[in-house]
């Protein structure tokens, strides 16, 4: 995953919703070569000076403690005690915190896909790093993408927000524009809670060189790479077994959708339609933009289904876009 992805992958693979994943697999090419050390801050530190719009809220700081996180990835827990020592990085510690937020935003994709897009790495507040699960490109897959989850220990957390702040990234971004001779990439975004604010740093074709990349860019890459393999940069000793992610709740999405536009297959594959049950409580008529549904009501009626099942409520065939509710998700 250091090598990460070239031009040609890349859009190649924005062209359908089947292999959007293996364009989140990567956060771009290391122009150092397969398995070498990412580009990260040089010994210039003197802060970029062109700068960009940031996101500015404060991030909560809590007294320290020694306690270390639960090793237990399917733990469900009811406390936010764990904070960085006294000489550790500030960040907030709450479950529905994050952390860290490495992600692809936009690019030439269906708004289906858009809207169930995940993270390639979220850490959050609460010690927890979730990744995206296995996926194959036999269709129809899985109407829910899956997702993994596994803990990481403060001290993990703490060599991660070093990495981001020795590379000036816990300041104002700066200008991540570049003349780039490429079209529909997706914007690699890695947002960073710590030190009392919130950073988002944005580059659109992020390590698709064409021409060379900013000093800027470079930087980011480099970050973005390291924080898409843990275990590779920060070690495995910081990281506990990884665990299917089993989301509380699911966002959803809901599109009307006319019988003639459902497809009907001469061979292979065909869409089936399903009703929607009422004791979920969330009519489809209401998730046009979007819903949260709990998952101890939606059982497993969106486990079940695949990209091409089709819901009926009150009479009207719905296609719904489905993912696990992940910390900071909201509708």
Request: charge should be negative.
């Given at each position: 995953?250091?090598?990460?992805?070239?031009?040609?992958?890349?859009?190649?693979?924005?062209?359908?919703?089947?292999?959007?994943?293996?364009?989140?697999?990567?956060?771009?090419?290391?122009?150092?070569?397969?398995?070498?050390?990412?580009?990260?801050?040089?010994?210039?530190?003197?802060?970029?000076?062109?700068?960009?719009?940031?996101?500015?809220?404060?991030?909560?700081?809590?007294?320290?403690?020694?306690?270390?996180?639960?090793?237990?990835?399917?733990?469900?827990?009811?406390t936010?005690?764990?904070?960085?020592?006294?000489?550790?990085?500030?960040?907030?510690?709450?479950?529905?915190?994050?952390?860290?937020?490495?992600?692809?935003?936009?690019?030439?994709?269906?708004?289906?896909?858009?809207?169930?897009?995940?993270?390639?790495?979220?850490?959050?507040?609460?010690?927890?790093?979730?990744?995206?699960?296995?996926?194959?490109?036999?269709y129809?897959?899985?109407?829910?993408?899956?997702?993994?989850?596994?803990?990481?220990t403060?001290?993990?957390?703490?060599?991660?927000?070093?990495?981001?702040?020795?590379?000036?990234?816990?300041?104002?971004p700066?200008?991540?524009?570049?003349?780039?001779?490429?079209?529909?990439?997706?914007?690699?975004?890695?947002?960073?809670?710590?030190?009392?604010?919130?950073?988002?740093?944005?580059?659109?074709?992020?390590?698709?060189a064409?021409?060379?990349?900013?000093?800027?860019?470079?930087?980011?890459?480099?970050?973005?790479?390291?924080?898409?393999?843990?275990?590779?940069?920060?070690?495995?000793?910081?990281?506990?077994?990884?665990?299917a992610?089993?989301?509380?709740?699911?966002r959803?999405?809901?599109?009307?959708?006319?019988?003639?536009?459902?497809?009907?297959?001469?061979?292979?594959?065909?869409?089936?339609?399903?009703?929607?049950?009422?004791?979920?409580?969330?009519?489809?008529?209401?998730?046009?933009?979007?819903?949260?549904?709990?998952?101890?009501?939606?059982?497993?009626?969106?486990?079940?289904?695949?990209?091409?099942?089709?819901?009926?409520?009150?009479?009207?065939?719905?296609?719904?876009?489905?993912?696990?509710?992940?910390?900071?998700?909201?509708?």
């Amino acid at each position: 995953m250091g090598a990460g992805l070239s031009r040609r992958t890349l859009l190649v693979a924005l062209l359908g919703a089947p292999v959007l994943t293996a364009v989140v697999a990567s956060c771009g090419d290391n122009t150092q070569g397969a398995g070498a050390n990412p580009p990260v801050a040089t010994g210039d530190t003197t802060p970029p000076t062109t700068q960009a719009t940031t996101v500015d809220t404060t991030a909560e700081t809590r007294p320290a403690t020694t306690e270390p996180a639960s090793t237990d990835p399917t733990a469900d827990p009811t406390t936010d005690s764990v904070t960085p020592n006294g000489t550790g990085i500030a960040h907030p510690t709450g479950v529905d915190d994050v952390v860290v937020r490495l992600a692809y935003v936009g690019g030439f994709v269906p708004a289906n896909v858009a809207f169930t897009s995940l993270p390639t790495v979220l850490i959050s507040g609460d010690g927890r790093v979730y990744t995206q699960g296995v996926h194959t490109d036999i269709y129809p897959g899985p109407l829910v993408p899956t997702m993994n989850v596994r803990t990481i220990t403060e001290a993990g957390i703490q060599k991660v927000l070093r990495a981001a702040d020795d590379a000036h990234l816990l300041r104002t971004p700066p200008d991540y524009s570049a003349q780039l001779n490429i079209a529909d990439a997706p914007d690699t975004q890695l947002i960073l809670d710590a030190k009392d604010g919130t950073f988002v740093h944005q580059a659109y074709a992020l390590g698709l060189a064409d021409p060379a990349e900013t000093k800027d860019r470079n930087v980011l890459n480099g970050v973005c790479i390291q924080i898409a393999d843990l275990e590779q940069y920060f070690g495995a000793d910081i990281l506990g077994p990884d665990a299917a992610f089993e989301p509380t709740a699911y966002r959803i999405q809901a599109t009307v959708v006319a019988p003639e536009q459902m497809p009907v297959a001469t061979e292979g594959p065909t869409s089936r339609t399903v009703a929607w049950p009422a004791e979920i409580g969330v009519p489809l008529a209401s998730a046009a933009t979007c819903v949260v549904v709990p998952a101890s009501t939606a059982g497993t009626i969106l486990t079940d289904a695949d990209q091409l099942t089709y819901f009926t409520d009150a009479g009207i065939t719905y296609s719904v876009a489905a993912a696990p509710l992940l910390p900071g998700d909201h509708c």
